[in-house]
T-cell receptor, first 115, second 116 residues
Framework: GNSVTQMEGPVTLSEEAFLTINCTYTATGYPSLFWYVQYPGEGLQLLLKATKADDKGSNKGFEATYRKETTSFHLEKGSVQVSDSAVYFCALRESVKTSYDKVIFGPGTSLSVIP | NAGVMQNPRHLVRRRGQEARLRCSPMKGHSHVYWYRQLPEEGLKFMVYLQKENIIDESGMPKERFSAEFPKEGPSILRIQQVVRGDSAAYFC??????????????FGPGTRLTVL
């Protein structure tokens, strides 16, 4: 079945460091891909998305490119801030025609940014 | 426009008791999804509901768990005779409508259930 794999955390970085969180997926067809962020004590928020191969999603300085050849959707940011400390979830929406948006989440990667 | 609301935020139950988790979707949203997040794990889909209908409950345990989304009022996730393994964060999400493109699911803050 469809699945999402992420690099294990926790990840600890100094402020202004470069961030990469790896994400790979297994899916039939052409899924849509997402990154969600969960700040402490809160629910998940959609950070960015890409709906087809070679699309680049971007938001708040974060970027991820949909790579079909490597089945990857790695999250990157050039310079992290303390406020970026959160748990990041990679996710996919199955492309099989259904009547709704079933989303499969990865296990999450915890990021801590220290001043 | 208030976001997705869940209550209670924290719920403590003893083994064998019942847990009721409530979710009020965003205004104008008629689709509700429930997810469970076990410690150190990602979110697992449990059930998808529209008003008065369960559309997909493939992720929900066959026993002790039930969900509803009545015509009036919030969606309810009910867990009967709770066990320690039910301790988790339960998240509700809502979306506006379905279609051939993605309709973003907006998440509530979650209910953290602890079973003693």
């Amino acid at each position: 079945g469809n699945s999402v794999t992420q690099m294990e955390g926790p990840v600890t970085l100094s402020e202004e460091a470069f961030l990469t969180i790896n994400c790979t997926y297994t899916a039939t067809g052409y899924p849509s891909l997402f990154w969600y962020v969960q700040y402490p004590g809160e629910g998940l928020q959609l950070l960015l998305k890409a709906t087809k191969a070679d699309d680049k999603g971007s938001n708040k300085g974060f970027e991820a490119t949909y790579r079909k050849e490597t089945t990857s959707f790695h999250l990157e940011k050039g310079s992290v801030q303390v406020s970026d400390s959160a748990v990041y979830f990679c996710a996919l929406r199955e492309s099989v025609k259904t009547s709704y948006d079933k989303v499969i989440f990865g296990p999450g990667t915890s990021l801590s940014v220290i001043p | 426009n208030a976001g997705v609301m869940q209550n209670p935020r924290h719920l403590v139950r003893r083994r064998g008791q019942e847990a009721r988790l409530r979710c009020s979707p965003m205004k104008g949203h008629s689709h509700v999804y429930w997810y469970r997040q076990l410690p150190e794990e990602g979110l697992k889909f449990m059930v998808y509901l529209q008003k008065e209908n369960i559309i997909d409950e493939s992720g929900m345990p066959k026993e002790r768990f039930s969900a509803e989304f009545p015509k009036e009022g919030p969606s309810i996730l009910r867990i009967q005779q709770v066990v320690r393994g039910d301790s988790a964060a339960y998240f509700c999400a809502s979306s506006q409508r379905t279609g051939s493109y993605y309709n973003e699911q907006f998440f509530g803050p979650g209910t953290r259930l602890t079973v003693l």
